[in-house]
């Protein structure tokens, strides 16, 4: 089964060239150059309908390669999320070479992985440049199935006067974070995060 590519940020592709052939054992003898027909096609298959902070950036990203001058051609398929994208894709993954890079939902990336069918990305020198928390979220297993397009920053509000209380200090990574939650469920406080939706 070939390995898949999910792509987030960066595409990487070699070809290897083939040595023309023939001989040359007079003067008088026609050497013939046999062209292979080395270009590639990769299929690209991503969701619309939904704000993934990167659908769009799929697309130019896709244009502005094609436009290269490479042996390499992209095309991008997509299917909406309400008339079923994970459906959809699974059953591409299913099928030899149906699709090479594809946007897959985090509740869906462990299946993938069991299957095989995830290319390990560690190797790209842009994962090595990721924050660890970066890294970390983009390993399922020992395979590094992805690469972020953008890293988005939140903010969290946290009670001062309570962390005080429990000479705490205001948290400043995840692991003061998780240091904060420990100390105060020891004292039966439930910590509670909420996003905005």
Not at 8 to 27: D, H, K, M, Y
Not at 167 to 186: G, I, R
Request: net charge negative; with cysteine; glycine share 4%.
């Amino acid at each position: 089964m070939r390995k898949r590519l999910v792509i987030l940020a960066l595409i990487c592709v070699l070809t290897a060239s083939l040595p023309a052939c023939g001989s040359q054992e007079t003067s008088s003898t026609i050497t013939i150059d046999e062209k292979v027909d080395e270009s590639v096609a990769l299929s690209m298959f991503v969701p619309v309908g939904v704000d993934l902070g990167g659908t769009d950036s799929f697309r130019d990203l896709t244009l502005a390669y094609n436009k290269q001058d490479s042996k390499i051609r992209i095309t991008v398929d997509s299917v909406s999320t309400a008339d079923g994208f994970d459906d959809f894709l699974e059953k591409r993954l299913d099928t030899k070479d149906a699709v090479d890079i594809f946007v897959v939902n985090a509740e869906n990336v462990k299946d993938i992985a069991q299957k095989g069918q995830f290319y390990d990305l560690s190797g790209l020198k842009s994962f090595h440049e990721l924050t660890k928390s970066a890294k970390e979220q983009a390993m399922v297993g020992d395979i590094a199935y992805s690469i972020p397009l953008k890293m988005a920053v939140y903010v969290m509000d946290v009670n001062v006067s309570l962390l005080k209380q429990y000479d705490l200090e205001v948290p400043e990574n995840y692991e003061d974070f998780l240091h904060c939650c420990q100390v105060l469920k020891k004292q039966n406080i439930t910590p509670i995060s909420l996003n905005r939706w």
